[in-house]
């Protein structure tokens, strides 16, 4: 997968490792039974958050995302919509 990302965005592949630890480390990236998923705080492209994206990155999007949105998820999750 290093070595993908790295042709991808043009890098090799020991620095595409460094960067894929930094997005780690840093919160916009999440790995999840050998998939990646991006934080959309950073990489959205468009106005809704799935709810799987919503519950991988929650803390970060509850700095960002009005209660009642929050809420809404919650609900989605309960069983409440």
């Known amino acids: 997968m290093r070595k993908r990302i790295g042709e991808v965005i043009g890098i090799g592949e020991s620095?595409?490792?460094?960067?894929?630890?930094?997005?780690?480390?840093?919160?916009?990236?999440?790995?999840r039974a050998k998939r990646?998923?991006?934080?959309?705080?950073?990489?959205?492209?468009g106005k809704h958050?799935?709810?799987?994206?919503?519950?991988?990155?929650?803390?970060?999007?509850?700095?960002?995302?009005p209660k009642g949105v929050q809420d809404s998820y919650v609900q989605r999750r309960d069983g409440g919509l």
Do not use: H, S
């Open 15 to 31: 620095q595409a490792k460094r960067f894929i630890k930094r997005m780690t480390d840093t919160g916009m990236k999440v790995k």
């Open 36 to 45: 990646y998923y991006l934080n959309p705080i950073y990489f959205l492209n």
């Open 49 to 65: 958050v799935n709810d799987e994206l919503y519950w991988l990155f929650r803390t970060q999007l509850n700095d960002v995302l």
